[in-house]
């Protein structure tokens, strides 16, 4: 702060200068530079006049590296103001301004004091936050011991899970194989009461093992554990694997299955395991409650969405019961049904699972008069499974310290061939061929290439820029070489472009961004 | 036509006994091992008609063997029905070359109707 004083030369008699001088020695804000007194006959002024020059022509003389900001001069009367204000840069203030000037000293004396009182509270409130910042890094460790503590009993309780899944269910299978040895009388003849004891045994160690299934699946459901695995998988593929593998049972039952398939195939983006157990669900309640007739079981292929539909002849619901089918613990058919028991959880795992995927599920039903399950899945758009792909393949690559590349080729007619007009089912051909093409080229099978339109996307997981280079090198050599097989007319350009994480971009949205040259998705 | 051969590899000798003795009462030839390398030796020794198969196991897994009898041109052929728990249904429909699947705890019949319809398609 020393370079911003402002700088005072004190003008005038002896004792008044030397008071001032006294006040202001520890100005925060002014300095003084220098005295010069005139009078009277001490020392000083002896000096002055002995040396023969004036009190102007002394603070003409001053340098210019000394220059002042303020003569402070102390005696009004006897200055001749005219010949002082001819002095240059110096601003004169008299005793008033002075008087001021003190004022302020004295101000900003008591401002000081006032600022390190201000200070001392401060480092006493400052130690105060020291001490509680040590206490909340002491309780965040115990939080972290908690946490970890909580991390490793979930871990544990993951454990018993896959523990109880698999080693239960073995234990299960040898003890019910066992009974049905000795109930098929293999190692020897049994009485009638015996064996409708054993059945007794072996129905409960099959409702058991259900139990457990259904128990497992809702824990991992309600945990937020289970994660969908979705895939563009064809929904009819798996009602029809669903469908042979009910159809012994059902024909054992003198029950008949139909199935309806809107198309051939129907692609959905979805878990194809999870999707499965609903439907494996929904039959199974189906062939349990009905004793003759049909289950009929109706894919179709709507606007927005994919319908699924399992119908019974079987004996039907309640209006009351089927309010609550799908809570857990609910055996609406409890009372009817003297055979199977279920475990109360297999529709509310269907709903779940639907409700996943952001489908919806509902049943009706007449007592005695069949039910009809009808749950719906909505259509997908490639757009969404690119950016699901592209944002799956950041999550993992910033976990794992890498990188992730996307490469979008794009197809165009040049020259004659754009003039020529499109023909869409040559288009389609095209297009099909391209993507068979692109998957021909990827390195592994965690690498993917989806088609958007026109428009391609290969995924490179765990792939640098460099690496992706070389992958565009392949595609591109492999298309200009005619891997597009016969369906692709000659006179094709193909573009591509590059965007990898976390080389260009951080976000799906900026990789989209570069992809699609800036235009917005 | 003499016995078909059923090879069954299952890391559960006690479940392996069971469906010995099923299976020989029902007129196959048994032949059990307990994980999937020595099950693989079995079935290069033995040519089974059809593998009975779980798939987790010690020292070789289910999918694991099937990877390596798929290009074993002696045993590619070979029908394969998967035992296992519910949670791989999908994972298994996947493999090529699994003829059927069943679930654990299996129930007889449907083993043996499988079983059945597998050796008479060969």
Not at chain 1, 363 to 381: D, H, I, M, Y
Request: glycine share 8%; aromatic share 6%.
């Amino acid at each position: 702060m020393g370079d911003n004083k402002i700088r005072v030369l004190i003008v005038g008699e002896a004792a008044g200068a030397e008071k001032f001088l006294g006040e202001f020695k520890d100005c925060p804000f002014t300095k003084v530079i220098g005295v010069i007194t005139k009078g009277p006959e001490d020392g000083s002024a002896k000096r002055l006049r002995g040396s023969g020059v004036s009190l102007f022509s002394k603070l003409e003389s001053v340098p210019e590296t000394a220059r002042t900001d303020s003569v402070l001069v102390l005696d009004d009367e006897d200055i001749d103001l005219k010949r002082l204000s001819q002095i240059p840069k110096p601003a004169i203030i008299g005793k008033t301004g002075a008087g001021l000037l003190l004022q302020m000293k004295r101000e900003c004396n008591k401002a000081q004091e006032r600022l390190k009182e201000a200070k001392d509270e401060l480092e006493i409130q400052a130690w105060g936050l020291k001490k509680t910042n040590e206490g909340v890094k002491l309780l965040y460790k115990e939080l972290e011991e908690k946490n970890r503590r909580l991390k490793e009993l979930d871990r544990l309780k993951s454990d018993f899970l896959s523990a109880v899944s698999h080693e239960l269910r073995t234990p299960l299978s040898v003890t019910k194989e066992g009974i049905s040895l000795i109930l098929d009388e293999i190692p020897g003849k049994i009485n009638d009461k015996q064996k409708s004891i054993l059945l007794t045994a072996k129905n409960n160690i099959d409702r058991l093992a259900r139990m457990i299934n259904n128990l497992l699946d809702i824990s991992k459901i309600e945990s937020g554990k289970t994660q969908l695995k979705k895939e563009v998988v064809d929904i009819v593929g798996i009602a029809r694997q669903v469908v042979s593998f009910f159809e012994p049972k059902a024909s054992k039952k003198g029950v008949e299955i139909n199935a309806f398939f809107d198309k051939k195939r129907i692609e959905l983006y979805i878990d194809a395991d999870k999707i499965t157990q609903v439907f494996t669900n929904l039959m199974g309640n189906a062939l349990k409650f009905t004793e003759k007739g049909k289950i009929d079981l109706i894919v179709s292929e709507g606007l927005k969405e994919v319908e699924c539909v399992v119908s019974d002849t079987g004996i039907g619901i309640s209006e009351e019961d089927i309010a609550k089918i799908f809570d857990k613990f609910q055996q609406v058919g409890k009372n009817y049904s003297p055979g199977e028991k279920g475990t109360g959880l297999g529709l509310s795992i269907a709903k779940e699972i639907v409700e996943m995927h952001k489908g919806s599920i509902e049943a009706e039903s007449r007592q005695n008069n069949g039910t009809r399950f009808r749950f719906v899945l909505p259509k997908f758009s490639w757009n969404d499974v690119i950016k699901d792909y592209i944002n799956l393949g950041i999550m993992n690559s910033s976990h794992n310290d890498k990188a992730f590349s996307v490469i979008k080729v794009s197809a165009q007619r040049s020259g004659d061939a754009g003039k020529r007009g499109i023909d869409k089912k040559e288009d389609a051909a095209c297009a099909a061929e391209m993507l068979k093409a692109l998957s021909a080229k990827l390195r592994s099978s965690k690498d993917k290439a989806v088609r958007d339109g026109n428009e391609f996307f290969v995924i490179l997981n765990d792939c640098a820029r460099q690496d992706a280079l070389k992958v565009i090198d392949r595609i591109k050599q492999g298309l200009e070489a005619g891997d597009c097989g016969v369906y692709c007319p000659k006179g094709i350009e193909y573009r591509t472009e590059l965007a990898t994480y976390p080389h260009d971009a951080k976000t799906s949205g900026e990789l989209m961004k570069i992809l699609t040259g800036g235009k917005e998705q | 036509m003499g016995k078909k051969k059923i090879l069954m590899i299952d890391d559960e000798p006690e479940l392996v006994d069971m469906v010995k003795k099923r299976l020989e009462a029902s007129g196959y030839d048994f032949i059990g091992s307990y994980d999937g390398a020595s099950g693989m030796e079995a079935a290069v020794r033995d040519k089974p008609d059809l593998i009975l198969l779980d798939v987790r196991m010690p020292r070789m897994d289910g999918y694991t063997f099937i990877k390596e009898i798929r290009v074993n041109n002696d045993l590619k052929k070979i029908p394969i029905i998967v035992l296992s728990i519910v949670d791989q249904l999908s994972e298994v429909f996947k493999l090529e070359g699994v003829i059927d699947y069943i679930e654990k705890p299996f129930d007889t019949e449907e083993l043996l109707e499988k079983i059945r319809v597998c050796i008479e398609k060969e």
